[in-house]
């Protein structure tokens, strides 16, 4: 039972994480600045609205309660916003990020689970991609995720910090309890965007069809985000364990193309979707499928909800019954 601070703990993952350290009697303090954070995700956990930007209230937070350690993933995480703002990334996600490290480190903590994803990879040499891969980032988000791995290896190397980098793949699917969901605004992920064709009968674009795979669609690897949020449990245990640090690919090794989605979309909902073949979306590989042999070697990770149908059972259940996403939880259910 440790105290957990866990900045950016309101949003999609950093709110199932909260969920599971809850559930095995562990104290998360949320630290989340609401940008793109849903306070109605974690009304069971202590929650303090602030900012990576501001030091006084971080060190505060610190100052408050007897913290452990830490689960970073408050950050900006839009790969084409990063393209037209690098310099609101760097300084989220760098700046803001190494002033955090510096007040850990000030009040003697020295563990830390971090958020990073696999757009440190770029386009991929080969498949499945493991943590060896070379890492050449193709947007300034990967970037940003790449430098400050190197920026906490320095920390280890110096013997101020010890950490467990989690590389994400495809975040998918929602809470099997039904409590928490993908709320993003604006949404540009494709399994959501897909259940909401099924929900309002809009369109999907198919972001190109001739692409070197089997249907001409990208594919990808999608994780359900319980089973990532496990991963961090099991990052924080490696941590109270022993000194050490490592890199985890986050994925199940299974690749699934934008065509397959949206038929398990169909399937599952019972539903007709109406998807338009598009021009390719710029800066899209082909495949991202990732090795996660490690974790589940060193770590013993073994995903619930590996197939492709129950993540978007799961999904599909949270969209159906919260169209407008956490808006549609009373205050009653939230109290
Ligand atoms: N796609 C569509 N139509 C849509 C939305 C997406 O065809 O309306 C396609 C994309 O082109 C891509 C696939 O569906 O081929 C998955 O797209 P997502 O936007 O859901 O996810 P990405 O693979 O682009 O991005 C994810 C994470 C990023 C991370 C990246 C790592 O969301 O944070 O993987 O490469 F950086």
Redesign the pocket.
Known sequence: MSNILVTGGAGYIGSHVVKELLRQSHHPIIFDNLQTGHRKAVKDALFIEGDLSDPEKLKETFQTHAIDAVIHFAAN???GESVQKPLKYFDNNVKNSIKLIEIIKEFGINKLVFSS???V?GEPQEIPITEDHPCSPT?P??ETKWIFEKVLRAYHDEGILNFISLR?????GADPERELGEDHSPE????P??IKAALDGTS?????TDYNTPDG????DYIHVTDLADAHILALRKLEQKKFSGIYNMGNGNGYS?RE?IETVKKVAGREVKAVE?P??PG??AR?VASSEKIREELGWAPQYPDMKTIVETAWEWHRNHPNGYDDIGMAQSA
């Open positions: 995480s839009l790969v994803s696999a757009a990879y947007n988000y990967g994400y793949f495809n975040a998918a540009s992920h494709l399994i965007l897909v999907v674009p198919v972001y190109g669609t990208c594919i990808r934008v989605v598009s390719r979306r899209d590989p991202l």
